[in-house]
Nanobody, 116 residues
Framework: QVQLVESGGGLVQPGGSLRLSCAASGSRFSINAMGWYRQAPGKQRELVAV???????NYADSVKGRFTISRDNAKNTVYLQMNSLKPEDTAVYYCNVENRIGRVYWGQGTQVTVSS
């Protein structure tokens, strides 16, 4: 069973930065895409950023230029560097990975709160 362990959330002031990490373990198959989603209270879960196995990345328009996704394939770890954070970035952030056979796994979520 694949396990995803997230870390790095917390409380930060507007304009600040946070770095999220998600380490995947236990997969019998290689991991293809790794990404981050978020869900704010009363809203649907939305894609924040994804890094495909081919190295391409996609970002939500709302975070382009502020967030950067990266991955360490040797460690099966994906990162999300979040800069210039805004109150509207407040949400629970979920790690998401898809393995070679198309199985999708979710992390437990980490809270990010942007507030003065």
């Amino acid at each position: 069973q694949v396990q995803l362990v997230e870390s790095g959330g917390g409380l930060v002031q507007p304009g600040g930065s946070l770095r999220l990490s998600c380490a995947a373990s236990g997969s019998r198959f290689s991991i293809n895409a790794m990404g981050w989603y978020r869900q704010a209270p009363g809203k649907q879960r939305e894609l924040v950023a994804v890094d495909t196995s081919g190295g391409s990345t996609n970002y939500a328009d709302s975070v382009k230029g502020r967030f950067t996704i990266s991955r360490d394939n040797a460690k099966n770890t994906v990162y999300l560097q979040m800069n210039s954070l805004k109150p509207e970035d407040t949400a629970v952030y979920y790690c998401n990975v898809e393995n070679r056979i198309g199985r999708v796994y979710w992390g437990q979520g980490t809270q990010v709160t942007v507030s003065s």
